[in-house]
C-alpha cells in the first residue's frame, strides 16, 4: 500500500515538474545593470536604476515593473521603490529611500519574475 502510493506521488511529482520547466517560456526577467557592485548610495540621493533590455522575449506577460529594495537577500515588498513603469524601458530614476545603512543592499526588478541586481551600498 505505501509503496503503490509513494509511486503515485512520484508520478505526480514527475508530472508537475515536467509541466513547470517547459511552461514559462515568456518570463521576463531582465538582469539589472546599475547600480553596480560595490557602489555607494547615498539616502535622499537620486539614483538611475538600468538593467539590460537587449535580448526581450517576443511575447512578454507582463510589461508592468516594479523595483524593490533588499537587505540580505530579504525584499521589502510592501515599499516598492517604484512601480507602473514599462519593463522595456531600460532605466527608472528612483530616490534612495531612508533607510538603515548597509553594504547587503540589492534591487530587485520585477515583471513577470523578480530578478535581484548587484550587492550595493547605502549611506546617510
Ligand atoms: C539613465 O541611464 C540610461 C542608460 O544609460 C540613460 O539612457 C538615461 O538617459 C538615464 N536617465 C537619466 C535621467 O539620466
Ligand atoms: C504585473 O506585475 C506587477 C509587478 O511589477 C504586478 O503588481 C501586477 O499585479 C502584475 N499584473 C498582472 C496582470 O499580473
Not at 71 to 88: E, R, S, V
Amino acid at each position: 500500500m505505501f509503496m503503490k502510493l509513494s509511486a503515485v506521488a512520484v508520478t505526480l511529482l514527475a508530472a508537475f515538474t515536467g509541466v513547470s520547466h517547459a511552461a514559462p517560456l515568456d518570463v521576463y526577467a531582465p538582469p539589472l545593470l546599475t547600480p553596480t557592485a560595490g557602489e555607494v548610495l547615498i539616502v535622499g540621493n537620486q539614483q538611475n536604476v538600468t538593467w539590460d533590455t537587449s535580448r526581450p522575449p517576443q511575447h512578454i506577460t507582463n510589461r508592468t515593473g516594479t523595483l524593490v529594495l533588499a537587505k540580505g537577500g530579504i525584499q521589502d515588498y510592501k515599499n516598492p521603490l517604484a512601480t507602473g513603469f514599462d519593463i522595456l524601458d531600460g532605466w527608472h530614476i528612483i530616490t534612495v529611500p531612508n533607510v538603515q545603512e548597509g553594504d547587503d543592499y540589492q534591487l530587485v526588478l520585477f515583471g513577470d519574475s523578480g530578478n535581484y541586481g548587484p550587492k550595493f551600498s547605502i549611506r546617510y
